[in-house]
């Protein structure tokens, strides 16, 4: 079974770190992250901008953008894609592509900062 | 993480809506300093043990308030009792704090608290001042040493700063979009003015004035999030945080400046950038383009070029000649004639500043960049007086020793012509 595992936290306080304090964090999770890719068992990482550069497209018809994050509570989180666009225009193309064949809810649209593929062994 | 470290922090990011909300609730800025403080004592004692509340500034702006309430029922209160009015507030207080908390008010609180500090009649050092003891909540003491004053000093400087707010009158009343909008962008004016305090340090100032630009930044992603539709304060966010992603390679270990040209570019923060092209890309969608959008578009094509040699100075000169119109300044056409002269040549942007002489006659960049053009002219006996020029009126000892720099490398040029030329 493949498991996701979302990362929650305060960006206020996570972006009041360091430069020093944020390497330290992220050399101690390079450790953890080294020994599951040794063993073929970890998939994508990805540390996402500040929800201030996300944008929100609602799966309404016609779609609706609006900017800023994904603020509602009575919707839950329930996949997610990482695509490669060049800029964010295209990446609402393709947000509205899948909402046309999956209407309701909303995708929430966020810059990806760090970003490594990983390897799963099948 | 330490429970008073996790507290400090908590309270820092609660105080811009915590102070906003005492401060629309007392009208009166000692007072909603004083509540909060108060109620950051109460805080440091109860976290601890109870554990956090899961809505620290709800948690501080209730506290607070009925600890000043309490107070002022008791006689206490040296300072002066707050107006009647505010007083007689107090009965319905539930139902304002109901009414507060939902979260409809906070926005035009924290960008009253911001406001207040821009007042007009304030010299732009004061604004700062203000802003970074009201909303930021340093201490006097950090204040000061970022801008190189004694504590005495700057400690006077506040209090003049609040007694001059206090006589202003800002409004209580929400404001309609329009005042929102006039507020709105005399708040990203200062926050500019906050970020450039700390960005125009020379390099033996740059680490201790560092912190300015980092909470310039913070208080522009506060703003953004509250105001996330604000195509202008995208682009001012982005804007600070592109500039800032320099810092670590604008200065060698001596404290002497580096052009951008010769920066080492691995050294820029590339996690800055992403987030600083990231958000120039989401403003872009508005099509409601504005000075910072702008300025933030000419940083991002030096951002995204590795090398100097890659840098896009066409579409830089045709930026700033979009800045020109929207913006008319000599600084803004000087800066676009470095963009000409990379674009067309030195004698094309030399043409191009003349004009600017009389308007700029005591501007230390002005003289600088003229005798760069010269010198590119070979014009070294020209390029000479206007460095000699610039340096007289260099701001920081860094600025005279580049252009210094600039000055030694004329007279070594100059010199063999000098002894051929004789009689």
Known sequence: ?122 | MTDTAWIDNALTSARPQAVGALLRYFRNLDTAEEAFQNACLRALKSWPQNGPPRDAAAWLIMVGRNVAIDDIRRGKKQAPLPEDEAISDLDDAEEALAERLDGSHYRDDILRLLFICCHPELPATQQIALALRVVSGLTVKQIARAFLVSEAAMEQRITRAKARVAEANVPFETPDAVARAERLAAVAAMIYLIFNEGYSASGDTAEIRKPLCEEAIRLARLLLRLFQSEAEIMGLTALLLLQHARAEARFDSDGAVILLDDQDRTRWNQKMIAEGLALIDKAMRHRRTGPYQIQAAIAALHARAATPEETDWTQIDLLYGALEIMQPSPVVTLNRAVAVSKVRGAEAALDMIEPLASQLSNYFHFFGVRGAFLMQLGRNDEAAVAFDRAIALANTSAEAAHIRMHLDRLQRDNQPRDVTAGK
């Open chain 1, 1 to 122: 079974m493949l498991y996701a595992i979302l990362c929650y936290h305060d960006e206020d306080h996570v972006g009041s770190w360091t430069k020093e304090q944020d390497a330290a964090v992220m050399s101690k999770l390079a450790v953890v992250q080294d020994k599951l890719t040794k063993q073929g068992r970890l998939g994508p990482v990805a540390r996402l901008l500040p929800t201030t550069a996300a944008t929100t497209l609602r799966k309404d018809d016609p779609p609706v953008v609006l900017d800023g994050p994904f603020a509602e509570t009575k919707e839950q989180l329930l996949g997610f894609y990482v695509v490669d666009c060049n800029n964010l225009d295209e990446a609402l193309d393709v947000a509205r592509d899948l909402a046309k064949v999956n209407p309701g809810g909303a995708y929430e649209i966020r810059p990806v900062g760090m970003f490594t593929p990983g390897s799963i062994a099948t």
